[in-house]
Structure formats: C-alpha cells, structure tokens
C-alpha cells in the first residue's frame, strides 16, 4: 500500500509539473512555445486550453496533497509499530534472561597504617 502511493505520488508530481508548464504565462510560456497558446488552430480551443489547464491543475494539486498527507500518516504509523514491536522484543528478551547470579566477595577493611616513627 505505501508502494502503491508512493508511485502515485511520483505520477501526480509529474503530471502536475507538466500541465502547470503548458499554462499560458504573461510571455505565453512552455504552451506558446508548442501552439498551446491562444491561437485558433490549438486543440481546446483559444480559452478552452486556459480552464481545461486550470481545472488539471487544481486536480493534480488536490492529489498531491492528498497523497502526501496519506504517505505521512501511513509511514508515521509504520514506523510507530516498528518501534512498538523493538520495545516489545526487548523487553522479552530482558525477562527471559535469568538474573545474573554472582558470588559478591565481602569487602574487608584494613584498619589505617600508622607511620612508624623515623630515628
């Protein structure tokens, strides 16, 4: 599932970055540039190009969006289970070690040394 969206993301990037490069700009742009402008001879028409870009161009920024709050929740989830599960495999571990039963040596003290007097 996350694979899935991330793909998806990756078309809609691209999908969003071209129909916003075919929008006619001040100077016309990538669109005058390949006979997208306000000619006659286009495919959509002098301003039948300009909304059918502008409605593309809200769709693809909707799923962009979209897409990328999906792919933050999923992977926030993801990684908050894969942590949950280490604590969990750690704390397994630490209650299926035995405690560590060393002998503890007593600790003996020597009474201070006194300096022998010097002749």
Avoid: C, H
Avoid at 25 to 44: N, P, R, T
Avoid at 46 to 74: E, P
Wanted: glycine share 10%.
């Amino acid at each position: 599932m996350y694979t899935f969206l991330v793909i998806m993301f990756i078309i809609v990037s691209f999908a969003m970055v071209i129909v916003i490069l075919l929008q006619a700009g001040k100077g016309q742009g990538l669109a005058g540039a390949i006979g997208g402008g306000a000619g006659g001879s286009s495919v959509f028409g002098g301003r039948g190009a300009a909304d059918f870009l502008s409605k593309a161009t809200t769709w693809a920024a909707v799923l962009y969006m979209a897409f990328a709050v999906l792919i933050g929740v999923l992977y926030k989830s993801e990684a908050d289970s894969a942590q949950q599960s280490l604590i969990q495999q750690r704390a397994q571990q630490q209650e299926a070690m035995p405690a560590p039963n060393l002998p503890v040596a007593p600790v003996q003290q020597t009474p201070p040394q006194e300096d022998a007097p010097t002749k």
